[in-house]
């Protein structure tokens, strides 16, 4: 496929287009259904799926179903778009079978000069125009005379076609990357769920891991353990543990950073973008808050318990009184207690902790974690497997980051004919 940049354009109701391309009101390229209005009376325990705004905005979010008679146009079948103009604004190509179609949103059937696809990422562009149209101050939505005001441009339906086919083959690698996170992230699950137990152990042998069932266990507080595991509180492997410093973020562009609550995300933070901060209790001697390799920060409030791993030190950077620092003895490796801060038996113990506002943690219950502690090579090994699951899976949302940025300069470049495909 050849690409080319566009160079006569003309003037219309969205700006510049190519000569050669028609400028159409949404009414005029598709037909707009509206769903049905099932009232809850109406929802079954079997029959077909209704459509409602959460099944399209969460995959996972459960059906009501729908067994009576109802008019074909309410019946959705997979490859029709759905295009949502209430509480949730957005267009979504529909795969989940055979479904009927609840009210506040459209099914879009595109005319016979429209290709459906290209239809489909060119309401993206219309919703930006519509995004600025809305009505209503709780229930955003817009009215259905909006598509007769709303314009997209309309190249050739030849070209249409080749559009979409680029669009929906970046997709398709997205997808593609989307379902070995995903893979990965079930495979780090489950080998966290037997590791950090020992169910299967892991030995080493002339710089191989090898993985075994175990046969011998011990009764403890968190249940069966291998015979020769430690069960510990986290006070007792902890060398240090203390609440950060109070500091504010400040518009500065040198001094000491300091790492948030909110920096922390999925287990990481940007270290080399946190914001520059002002202290705000006066102390002079810092030093004990400054971030050095293998210190774990742990969050006590708003996204309550997350932690990450500072792998080496950082001279000017600074952790807030609303994270705990978290340094450890020889006898535990501090990537495998990362790790263990990760498991279900943590985030059960972390679930105790409830505010009447909001959700905290403090040092008490931290140093009361109970933590099953192998031999401390069992410790390593156990870090670097669930080590390089991480990384496979940080290489694959890298993947899909420059796969998005692919796709984005399509939808800004093809969908408006600044650059074009040759036929």
């Known amino acids: 496929m050849e690409f080319?940049?566009?160079?006569?354009?003309?003037?219309?109701?969205?700006?510049?287009?190519?000569?050669?391309?028609?400028?159409?009101?949404?009414?005029?390229?598709?037909?707009?259904?509206?769903?049905?209005?099932?009232?809850?009376?109406?929802?079954?325990?079997?029959?077909?799926?209704i459509i409602r705004i959460q099944n399209l905005n969460d995959p996972k979010a459960e059906f009501n179903?729908?067994?009576?008679?109802?008019?074909?146009?309410?019946?959705?079948?997979?490859?029709?778009?759905?295009?949502?103009?209430?509480?949730?604004?957005?267009?979504?190509?529909?795969?989940?079978?055979?479904?009927v179609l609840n009210q506040h949103i459209f099914k879009v059937v595109p005319k016979n000069n429209v290709d459906r696809l290209f239809l489909y990422y060119t309401l993206f562009?219309?919703?930006?125009?519509?995004?600025?149209r809305v009505h209503?101050?709780?229930?955003?939505?817009?009215?259905?005379?909006e598509l007769n005001t709303t314009f997209i441009p309309l190249p050739p339906l030849e070209e249409q076609k080749k559009i979409a086919e680029v669009l929906?083959?970046?997709?398709?690698?997205?997808?593609?990357?989307?379902?070995?996170?995903?893979k990965f992230e079930k495979l780090k699950k489950g080998l966290m769920n037997i590791l950090l137990n020992g169910k299967v152990r892991i030995k080493v042998e002339n710089g191989k891991i090898y993985f075994y069932k175990e046969t011998r266990f011990k009764n403890s507080e968190v249940g069966e353990v291998p015979e020769d595991w430690r069960v510990v509180?986290?006070?007792?492997?902890?060398?240090?543990?203390?609440?950060?410093?109070?500091?504010?973020?400040v518009d500065y562009d040198t001094g000491l950073k300091m790492v948030r609550t909110t920096d922390i995300i999925n287990y990481k933070v940007d270290w080399e973008n946190l914001p520059f901060c002002e202290i705000t209790d006066n102390r002079k001697d810092f030093s004990k808050y400054l971030i050095k390799k293998d210190d774990i920060l742990i969050s006590r409030a708003g996204t309550v318990g997350i932690s990450v791993l500072s792998e080496r030190d950082y001279n000017n950077v600074i952790f807030g009184s609303y994270l705990i620092k978290l340094q450890l003895k020889p006898k535990a490796f501090p990537k495998y207690v990362h790790y263990f801060l990760q498991s279900e038996h943590y985030w059960k113990h972390i679930g105790k902790a409830q505010g009447s506002t909001l959700k905290n943690i403090n040092l008490p219950l931290l140093k009361s974690l109970i933590i099953p502690l192998p031999p401390i090579e069992e410790q390593k090994a156990i870090a670097e497997i669930l080590s390089k699951i991480d990384k496979v899976i940080q290489l694959k949302k890298e993947k899909k980051e420059k796969l998005q940025k692919i796709k984005k300069y399509f939808m800004d470049n093809l969908l408006t004919g600044k650059v074009r495909i040759k036929l």
Do not use: C
Not at 27 to 45: E, H, L, T
Not at 77 to 99: H, Q, T
Not at 136 to 145: A, E, V
């Open 233 to 249: 509180r986290l006070g007792d492997i902890a060398e240090k543990m203390y609440y950060g410093i109070t500091a504010k973020a």
């Open 168 to 182: 929906s083959k970046t997709d398709e690698a997205i997808q593609k990357v989307d379902e070995g996170i995903e």
């Open 65 to 99: 179903y729908f067994d009576g008679v109802i008019d074909n146009k309410y019946i959705v079948k997979n490859g029709d778009i759905l295009f949502s103009w209430s509480a949730s604004i957005g267009v979504y190509i529909w795969n989940r079978g055979r479904a």
């Open 125 to 132: 562009l219309a919703i930006e125009q519509l995004k600025n």
């Open 136 to 145: 209503g101050s709780t229930m955003k939505h817009f009215k259905r005379s």
């Open 4 to 49: 080319y940049k566009e160079t006569k354009f003309k003037n219309s109701e969205i700006g510049e287009v190519p000569e050669d391309w028609d400028v159409v009101r949404l009414i005029d390229v598709a037909d707009y259904i509206n769903g049905y209005a099932f009232s809850p009376k109406d929802w079954k325990d079997k029959g077909l799926p």
